[in-house]
Structures are given as C-alpha cells and as structure tokens.
C-alpha cells in the first residue's frame, strides 16, 4: 500500500457559492450521513472507520483549513494540493502522506459540505485512494479505499459507483496538480540558502482559489 494518500473532487457551483462555501462552518459530523461505511464495498471492505472520525475538524470553516494547508506547503510540508473555483465548478485534488486521518476525513467532510453550494442536483463524486505517484487510477480500478457521494441535501459513503465520467472529469485539475509539483521539485532543488526551504508556489491563483486565502 502506498503511503501516498489522495482525496480528490470535482463538484459544479457558482462563484458566490464557492466563496459561500469557503466561509461557512462545518458544525458537525451531520454533513456525512453515514461516516462508518466509509471503506464499504471497496479495497479496505470490513475496516470500520466510525472510531476515526472523532478528532476531525467540526468548527471549521473550508477556507480555514484549505489556508492551514497551503501556508504549511509554502513552508515545505510535502502534502500540497490544488483548490480552485473553475469553469463553474470547486475542483480538489490534495496529496496526503501517510493516512493522516484529522487531514483526510477533514478533506472528506469540508468536501461533503459543499452539497449544500452545489449548481446542479445531481449527485457528485469525492474519490479517496492511495498512490506513490499521486496520479489518477483507471475508473476501474479495484484499489479505490472510499467514494463519497456530495448531494444538495447531504452526503454519503457508497459502496458502488460507476467512476469513468468521475475519473475522466477529474483529468484537467489532475494536469494542474502536477504542474505545480514540477515548479515545487525545481525550486527545491534549486534553494541554496542555507535557511529552510520556502517558496510561494501553493499560493499561485494557479494552483489555489485566491478567495481561499483572502
């Protein structure tokens, strides 16, 4: 198993809902209808995940815990992501070392939140899996760990999901990912400063929603 651990999204909304989004404060574990069944039906079947959720971060608004993210990779923590608002839609895709479970089932509840901003009443897809590569899998694959379900009224964990509309609409946010991680590896190797490392990539409209650090 990968110690590589990667939630990614792609959710439609406004801009005023993102930015509605990013402000509003998650106030319980009520945003995740069934918190417990998060591993059903896929790799890690029978692992219960109901006691690992007890620390995550309730109380906090997305934008607050996107911004913790971004100021920690600017200061060279390796977990790095992109969040944007673009072409009408919230897209995530945020790299985790090791299976953090406060950073990961935060990811997985600001996300599971954003049903309330949602455009579109469809039903949208969060994906969490593990790869040393950070990349997509093939919506096929048989190693996804969880998908959670982002609807108007709520969210949930679902033991089955069709992934190849999800995975393929997920591609251009992936590319932005891995730009950034290029920029990052030719900074880091290129400091010599003798101070610890610092770069201000993460930050990037590029790479992060101004909105979120504003």
């Given at each position: 198993?990968?110690?590589s651990?990667?939630?990614?999204?792609?959710?439609?909304?406004?801009?005023?809902?993102?930015?509605?989004w990013?402000?509003t404060?998650?106030?319980?574990?009520?945003?995740?209808?069934?918190?417990?069944?998060?591993?059903?039906?896929?790799?890690?079947?029978?692992?219960?995940?109901?006691?690992?959720?007890?620390?995550?971060?309730?109380?906090?608004?997305?934008?607050?815990?996107?911004?913790?993210?971004?100021?920690?990779?600017?200061?060279?923590?390796?977990?790095?992501?992109?969040?944007l608002?673009?072409?009408?839609?919230?897209?995530?895709?945020?790299?985790?070392?090791?299976?953090?479970?406060?950073?990961?089932?935060?990811?997985?509840?600001?996300?599971?939140?954003?049903?309330?901003?949602?455009?579109?009443?469809?039903?949208?897809?969060?994906?969490?899996?593990?790869?040393?590569?950070?990349?997509?899998?093939?919506?096929?694959?048989?190693?996804?760990?969880?998908?959670?379900?982002?609807?108007?009224?709520?969210?949930?964990?679902?033991?089955?999901?069709?992934?190849?509309?999800?995975?393929?609409?997920?591609r251009?946010?992936e590319?932005?990912?891995?730009?950034?991680?290029?920029?990052?590896?030719?900074?880091?190797?290129?400091?010599?400063?003798?101070?610890?490392?610092?770069?201000?990539t993460?930050?990037d409209?590029?790479?992060?929603?101004?909105?979120?650090?504003?």
């Amino acid at each position: 198993m990968s110690d590589s651990f990667m939630v990614a999204a792609r959710i439609p909304m406004s801009r005023d809902g993102f930015e509605s989004w990013l402000r509003t404060p998650v106030k319980d574990l009520g945003a995740i209808a069934n918190p417990e069944a998060m591993f059903d039906g896929w790799l890690w079947h029978g692992r219960r995940a109901d006691t690992e959720w007890q620390s995550t971060g309730v109380g906090m608004t997305p934008a607050e815990y996107f911004a913790e993210r971004v100021d920690d990779s600017c200061g060279g923590d390796e977990e790095c992501g992109v969040l944007l608002h673009r072409d009408g839609a919230l897209e995530a895709y945020l790299l985790h070392f090791g299976y953090s479970e406060w950073r990961v089932h935060t990811a997985l509840l600001m996300l599971a939140a954003a049903g309330e901003f949602k455009s579109e009443p469809a039903e949208d897809t969060v994906l969490f899996w593990a790869e040393t590569g950070a990349n997509l899998w093939p919506a096929d694959a048989t190693g996804w760990l969880a998908v959670l379900s982002v609807g108007t009224d709520g969210a949930r964990f679902v033991d089955a999901r069709d992934l190849t509309e999800v995975v393929a609409g997920l591609r251009t946010v992936e590319s932005r990912f891995f730009e950034m991680v290029a920029l990052l590896g030719e900074e880091s190797e290129d400091w010599d400063s003798g101070e610890d490392f610092r770069t201000e990539t993460p930050r990037d409209p590029l790479f992060t929603d101004p909105a979120v650090l504003s």
